[in-house]
Each structure stands twice: as structure tokens, then as C-alpha cells.
T-cell receptor, first 117, second 116 residues
């Protein structure tokens, strides 16, 4: 079935540094990818939708200069947390739109737990 | 209004018993899909079951079944013969707009604990 690989699974970084998270579709082409943020014991909140070759669409309240999304190819989307601060500590998870296989069109990555110290 | 409502923050079930996790939804779109995901403590979202708005029969996948009551806008997940490994967070989600729809809404989740 469709697989989305997300790396890294965990990252600890110092305040003020930038962190890049990769989301890669392994056996299908993902023209659309979604990035979610999840605080402890809360639901997934959609941050942005990225379409290959165009600018990402951000949800209201999400700082596009803080959360930089690049979807340069049909199999790779990246989320860069610029100048991370402790309040950016969260669980980030991507999802790819896949019309070829299981999950009825949506396959999730395994998530990245970001801790900013 | 909330698109997806899960009213049970936490549920407990005895091992081998069945449990129902509630989910109600709100949409005016005639074409939509309903999903259930399991999220263990490791964080990955595991797809469990899907119900399309036009599906006549309730979806089933192994020990999982979806009790779809369209008029009441409810899509409860039933887990039969609970196992210890079923302990996790469970999220109900909805996609509006048919297969071309992108907007995805999640509920707040239910934490299920299976007791030995």
C-alpha cells in the first residue's frame, strides 16, 4: 500500500535554530500534501496544504514566515520551522493525497516530535 | 459549529468485550467520507475504516465496524473483542467534497484503555 516516510521522527533543537522536516511519498506521486500540528492530548490541526510546484496554502493563524513549506517534487514536501522557539514544540505530522491505494486517498507519515529547548 | 464531535474524552473497556466510540458530524455537502484513525503513543495515524456518504451498507474491517446513521449524522466506531493493543487515541474525521475534496476535519479524539 501507499507509504509516506517522514523524517526525523524526533528532533531536539536549541531556541533560535531552524528545523527541517521531510515528508516523502515512497511508491506514489503526491500532488497534494498536508501538514498538521498536534499538541499533547489534542486533535490534529491543519497548518497548510502544499501542492507540487506552487505556493502552499496556509490556514488562518499560521505564520507562513515561521513555517516554510516547500513541495518541489511529486514525492517530497518539506516543512521548515524557522527560528524555532519553545512554543513551537509540538508533534508535526504530514499526510499525502493518494488516489491510487489504501486509506481512501490519505496516507499519513509517522510524525515528528519537535522539542525546542 | 464543529464539523466532527467526539463526546467521549476517555473510555475504558474490559479485554475481549466490545466498545463503541461515538462520532457525530455536521455537513451540508451530500458527498463526504468518514474515517476513523487509531493513534498509539508513538504518534502515527493508523487508518482503520472508511464510510462513504453514499454507501448503503455499514463498513466493516475485521474487528472494526462503523455504525453509520446518516439521518442522525453519526458514525460510531465499534471495536469487537477488544485487545490490550487497542489502547490508543481514536480520531474520527470527515472529508467533504467527494474524492476530489481536500478539506479534512478531525474530532478531538477518544482515549481508549483496554483493561486486562
Amino acid at each position: 500500500g501507499a507509504v509516506v516516510s517522514q523524517h526525523p521522527s524526533r528532533v531536539i533543537c536549541k531556541s533560535g535554530t531552524s528545523v527541517k522536516i521531510e515528508c516523502r511519498s515512497l511508491d506514489f506521486q503526491a500532488t497534494t500534501m498536508f501538514w498538521y500540528r498536534q499538541f499533547p492530548k489534542q486533535s490534529l490541526m491543519l497548518m497548510a496544504t502544499s501542492n507540487e510546484g506552487s505556493k502552499a496554502t496556509y490556514e488562518q493563524g499560521v505564520e507562513k514566515d515561521k513555517f516554510l513549506i516547500n513541495h518541489a517534487s511529486l514525492t517530497l514536501s518539506t516543512l521548515t520551522v524557522a527560528s524555532a522557539h519553545p512554543e513551537d514544540s509540538s508533534f508535526y505530522i504530514c499526510s499525502a493525497r493518494d488516489l491510487t491505494g489504501g486509506g481512501y486517498g490519505y496516507t499519513f507519515g509517522s510524525g515528528t516530535r519537535l522539542t525546542v529547548v | 459549529a464543529q464539523k466532527i464531535t467526539q463526546t467521549q474524552p476517555g473510555m475504558f473497556v474490559q479485554e475481549k468485550e466490545a466498545v463503541t466510540l461515538d462520532c457525530t458530524y455536521d455537513t451540508s455537502d451530500p458527498s463526504y467520507g468518514l474515517f476513523w484513525y487509531k493513534q498509539p503513543s508513538s504518534g502515527e495515524m493508523i487508518f482503520l475504516i472508511y464510510q462513504g456518504s453514499y454507501d448503503q451498507q455499514n463498513a466493516t474491517e475485521g474487528r472494526y465496524s462503523l455504525n453509520f446513521q446518516k439521518a442522525r449524522k453519526s458514525a460510531n466506531l465499534v471495536i469487537s473483542a477488544s485487545q490490550l493493543g487497542d489502547s490508543a487515541m481514536y480520531f474520527c474525521a470527515m472529508r467533504e467534497g467527494g474524492n476530489t475534496g481536500n478539506q479534512f476535519y478531525f474530532g478531538t479524539g477518544t482515549s481508549l484503555t483496554v483493561i486486562p
